[in-house]
């Protein structure tokens, strides 16, 4: 891959900068921000292949540098050895400068403007929702009068051709109904329904189409957002990402995918399962191809088990057929819209639903905190759900991202135990998981990050 | 496939219609054209797969039905047994609605409007110059003003999975740098770019791309108009068509191909061997993948051998480069904005491009025209060119259209004499397709549908 | 004074003209039309000023000159001689513009293209009609799809200042409804309503306004279209144009005026008394200031007395209240939409509206003519109607067109007889315009260009 | 004057805010700000009639009532007899409304939002700028990538008709010119520049032309930002307002006018006299019509005297010829373009221009602070300058704000003092304004609300 220098002019809201916030800007960049600054540019600027998607190696972000410069005019980068396949003869392609922008928007500008405005407040419940609106708005991300047509697209980055393809379909059934996508941004399920959309919105002649991608610093370095996203939004940790979902979107369609989906999955349930929330509507569409029927049928067992029948009214599950998932998902919205006329609600950010504190506070999966998580039986399902979720997004974390694969690789997996109906259940998912190759792209070689303590289980001895 | 009754209202430029305009259009539309329109009405409405194109069946030829309402508002049309994939959720889709009223546009609208207009003259040269422009303004085609960046792209319909991914490359490589794209609308070669520079300006963040696709109605029933093609243009034959492709574009690349394209290529070359059009900047990229490198070496032999190299140095073959096309299809764009700067020409439609008559006046492919064409080699060589021309023409009628095909079914194959020399390099070139199964889509029955002349040729015997 | 020479590009849908239509036009302006082309665009050139309407001299009109060249990039107009004062820094003001390219589209363009069109047929009712439509369409002047919201304003261009300040009144609280605005686009009462609305327009952040002004040949050269015309469309004659009124707008306010006003008022009474209209809801509202109230006490009286009660319930007549006036205006504008729609009709074109024959035909007021209409009161009322427009008709041409003064001055005044009762309130009526000097600018000097034949009148003395 | 109740939905950016945003500001429209908002929104309100400038009364203003509403959808305000002219059929007219919530952006929102960021800073010269250019991109007035076209007009409220006029004239030339409008937003040469540009942009077609009125909370509620201004933008005093001026003007064009207007001039000229400021291009361009042209010959007069030759060249006066300052102002908009392009220096916001902390400071014109400004001759000029600047700003609120009356009421007119002959034109001045009857509307009864400390001046007795 061959590289260039090039200097390229902001947009994404960065055109109109005071002289301090541009020296602020500048400062930051240098400072702690830079090292995840960085990446996260090289994560954008390597994502321009047509077929396929090659990630950067560290020899690459080595050489890669960026620097912010004060003009009065306004705010300029400039890369040096950026790749050159995101260049259109010595021109950036634009789709891709938005992207860089956003990164610098969100990873840089946002934070230090967070920092500076007293009101912002990421430590109550209340505080971290106005905090989400925030940033959204500042993305641009906001647009009050429009109709709901959100919808929010969940499923594995791992997943075979027949699951990618089924997401495609089904996004092009979304696309000719004039739905918008949203997803976590990188690759698979997460790519499938905005190139289906693409095509749909395109014959339905539809030019403004929405491909919003919300990511995290600590995932967007590993999977590079795929070039359909228009919109591109950081937000700062899994939870702040959980919840924009949800506030942002109007319906919700789950495809296949590994633990990760498994914990959108507790994650949504569990706010569902709030008995402040019983009767938001709250489309929840569970879907895949035939050949993947057993997958939800594992995800719904587990469900009935552990949570119980009233989980399950929760969501619909939708086999092998995308009109159908395109039809309920459509209905869905209309209910929702419905629902916030009469109720004189806002269409463009779910305010009414109510998310507990223990599902927006930052995670971190120590050791210790999967250990001591309470997975007994005897608590309300609503909170069950919530810690539940966090044992799979402590294991996501084992899996693929840097600061969770070097805990496990120093302490050993991650120990969860708790009911042992429940551990039993838990174990023979993740088993499940493993061998239908759902939880690494490098699947055959695939070492569990954690350890079930359930003294039934057979598999045990094959997860040290 | 299911079928469904559905009304639509008017689009492209119908909207507005006269009590008479409308009354004569329903007349017309049930009269002569109503066979016509009903065909091609049915092609577009069959294209609507994502995966595959299926053509239609007589049965449901037979079936479908088709009525033009008149009303105060405007005009109407009432299909009945649709094919239930043009609709979504009981509406049509938008594109295939547009499509649709082209066809009434042009097949019915159009026509009658010309029969009443006396200035409309289509035995001349300058006449028939002026009425494709009144055709291709009425399509709203034509858009003072625009810089050029209209690419036509030519080739086959029935080639290789790696040929079509090469010409979507190109496409992709031209979307990158904003050029649009024109082509013959069908599959193939003519979709591929298409589809490749939709993703191009996608990441371009171009949201008004053009996809135009200019057919004929010879050709359109057959071949279904792909569903990117946002502005659809049906021209009286397949001369005009010709002619509206070299007056609206402002660079030309030839992708691999059958007859079709030889016929295409020989027109082409036939004008700009025009003494009058010695100066004017004509770009014409021949481009293929390095498998398809021999197909290209042939007919670049082809034109050595009977036009001579004056012939040669009229285009650029490119092998397995679609960076390299896309910057020399780029450059020859400039190339002709600046000359048309220079000598105060239109952007939108190349006036001074001189088209001879015997490129324009249609030739019907007869055995009897056929075979009086003079092939000899004592002639004008941009009149040995647009004889050749037809020679390719026919040959093209005789494989795929339905009044070539009952043609030779009834007489036999079409002969062609001429010059020894250059029957010779003819009876090799179409072996050559043969072989390479270039002629039709169901390549290994083909029967050849013409016979050289030639006492050489080693293949006459088997093409009786 | 000043004057200067420019070259100005097309505009008008001019910009895309075959090379032979260029070649056309260029011929026509030179030939037979030149004169009124000249004319016609320096009436448009002299409306400059911004607090007076000052007309064109012959004087200037010997120097002025213009020519159509012709270029492959399309149509360019040269100028010598044009007023100075309509340019800005040697740029001509984008409003002259696009007016003096409306003139070109519609004198000399329209005209060749129709007379080439073997559909278009003047001579019938039913052409008559659509030949206006195609007009309007040509001139873009049909907005399909668009909400009614076309008022159109009826009143003298030579009304006092205290009248001019009502009808600028009106258009501001027409404006702030959204109302948009179309007259015969001279000063005056066709002014006045503009002015007002662009205001109220303005006011509601309306950017889109549209101030219509419709005139003809006869007309424009003597009545400068007001600059803020921003759709100027020149129809072929004042039947055209009446008929164009009325199948455009949705709803018709008339302020004071002259006899031109007096002829639209019974031009519009006759086709809505024909008993094929009397359903159709038609908002006519006659209003003028306090100081005014006379002016229409004396046009209801005639109406009354001649056509009696039932025309009297056509319209509704308010006296200083322009916010009633743009209440009523908009209730009756939504009553036609809710007709409209009930009836599947266009909101863009009222085609339902029934217009005889002999209000399309063109009246030429020759002294024979005039002498010969039939005032008798032993005739449906609609026909009465549609003769005392006629006598109105000629009596306007006598006093300010070309052509009438000529005649007035060759053979003496017009004769007008018929039913005793008729004539004498005919004449009264007539009185009434002269002593409240409506009938010309020069008021004091007005010398009458007709004779009611009406034994019992006191002034006939006078008029002669 | 009738009044009415009515519920309105936000406008200006304040479509968006987060749950707790709303509720502060509804917390702070009900507690301090309360009656300020009031006043300022009554001011607005107030300005609907067309002819006429109507102020409200005390009394209204204690009947009207406002009320911020929260709703998950966004935020509404509920007025309580609110004026009924700023209604049209129930709904309150677009670009009041506008108005309105621009006064609760800056009123209210604006203020508590800069309080809770600790970045922002009023207490020192660069923070000062910067938080200007907060206010100025919050309100949308910056917009990035435009040429420069913004001319400043300064001039007197209280002006005699003929100098409105000619504002409007020169309004109306510079609108022709594409140029759009700052100014204070008041009547007088505040209102007439916009209303001639208004109709100049409409001859051009020019549908997005920009009325920015610039007030301050001390001004607003005495003088109604009049209806064209479709950009209202609120700053928190004088000083700030003066800044915004120059920051966002590309070329300043000042009308004759009173105390204020010298204010104006003596405030540029300050600046522009500052060392660092000495290669800046910066148009400025006193004019007026020929019978106001001993008013600038008076004010060139003092300037010679006070500040020299060196503050003589900084400007250009014009009399008499509106084509002539149109012509000027866009020359020196090129030559201001060219300079920052070269610069590198954005085209939305002065960033190059030195201003001192002693231009951006609050001015208190308390007696003591009036008594003891430095007006002695041996300074350098630009500290002259400024000091004269704030003699001439306490005269403003001497004369014509709520806080400065109630201080002369109480302590009796302010005592300026310093350099003999300084003082001698200062006074010779202020006379001169008297005697011309700008000082206030009411010019007859006018009592001064200063005294000049002048030995030698004559009127010294009249001013106590």
């Known amino acids: 891959m061959s590289h260039i220098d090039i200097e390229i002019t902001a947009e994404s809201g960065l055109e109109l900068l005071t002289n301090d916030e541009i020296s602020r800007l500048s400062e930051h960049s240098k400072g702690g921000e830079y090292e995840l600054f960085k990446k996260c540019v090289l994560a954008v600027l390597t994502s321009t292949q047509v077929t396929d998607e090659i990630s950067f190696h560290e020899e690459q972000l080595k050489l890669f540098d960026i620097e912010v410069l004060q003009l009065n005019k306004g705010v300029k980068l400039k890369l040096k050895n950026a790749?050159?396949?995101?260049?259109?003869d010595g021109k950036m392609i634009q789709g891709l400068k938005e992207q860089v922008f956003s990164v610098l928007r969100d990873i840089v500008f946002l934070k230090q403007e967070l920092e500076s405005n007293s009101r912002i407040d990421f430590n109550s419940s209340n505080g971290c929702t106005n905090a989400i609106?925030?940033?959204?708005?500042?993305?641009?991300?906001?647009?009050?009068?429009?109709?709901?047509?959100?919808?929010?697209?969940?499923?594995?980055?791992?997943?075979?051709?027949?699951?990618?393809?089924?997401?495609?379909?089904?996004?092009?059934?979304l696309g000719l109904r004039g739905l918008d996508i949203i997803t976590g941004c990188g690759i698979g399920a997460m790519k499938g329904p905005m190139k289906g959309a693409l095509i749909g919105h395109s014959k339905q002649r539809i030019s403004n189409g929405r491909y919003i991608g919300i990511t995290e610093p600590g995932i967007i370095a590993a999977e590079s957002p795929n070039p359909i996203v228009n919109e591109l939004i950081i937000m700062p940790d899994i939870e702040k990402r959980l919840e924009a979902f949800v506030r942002l979107g109007h319906s919700f369609v789950v495809f296949p995918g590994g633990v990760g989906t498994a914990?959108?999955?507790?994650?949504?349930?569990g706010i569902l399962l709030h008995p402040?929330?019983?009767?938001?509507p709250f489309p929840l569409i569970f879907t895949g191809p035939k050949e993947s029927a057993s997958y939800f049928e594992r995800i719904d067992?587990?469900?009935a088990d552990t949570l119980g029948p009233e989980a399950q009214e929760k969501y619909q599950i939708i086999i092998d057929d995308p009109v159908a998932v395109a039809r309920a998902t459509q209905q869905g919205v209309l209910k929702v819209r419905e629902y916030r006329k009469k109720n004189h609600d806002a269409y463009h950010f779910n305010w009414q639903l109510h998310i507990q504190w223990d599902f927006q506070e930052e995670f971190v999966p120590t050791h210790q905190n999967m250990a001591k998580l309470n997975l007994e039986a005897d608590q309300p399902i609503h909170l069950l759900a919530a810690n539940l979720r966090k044992a799979f997004s402590g294991i996501v974390s084992g899996n693929v991202k840097e600061a969770g694969i070097k805990e496990v690789a120093k302490h050993g997996p991650y120990t969860i135990s708790g009911d042992v109906k429940i551990m039993s259940q838990l174990d023979a998912l993740l088993e499940a998981f493993v061998s239908q190759k759902r939880m690494k792209l490098d699947a055959d070689n695939y070492v569990p990050c954690y350890r079930v303590i359930n003294p039934q289980s057979k598999s045990e001895p094959a997860t040290v």
């Not at 709901?148 to 699951?163: D, Q, R, S, T």
């Not at 914990?263 to 349930?269: C, D, M, Q, S």
């Not at 402040?276 to 938001?280: C, E, F, G, P, Q």
């Open 83 to 88: 790749p050159a396949a995101s260049l259109v």
């Open 133 to 173: 609106f925030h940033i959204l708005r500042n993305a641009k991300a906001l647009r009050p009068g429009c109709d709901p047509n959100m919808v929010v697209c969940w499923g594995g980055h791992a997943i075979p051709e027949f699951e990618y393809q089924y997401t495609k379909e089904v996004g092009y059934r």
């Open 263 to 269: 914990e959108e999955i507790l994650y949504i349930l």
């Open 276 to 280: 402040r929330n019983k009767n938001t």
């Open 301 to 303: 067992q587990f469900i």
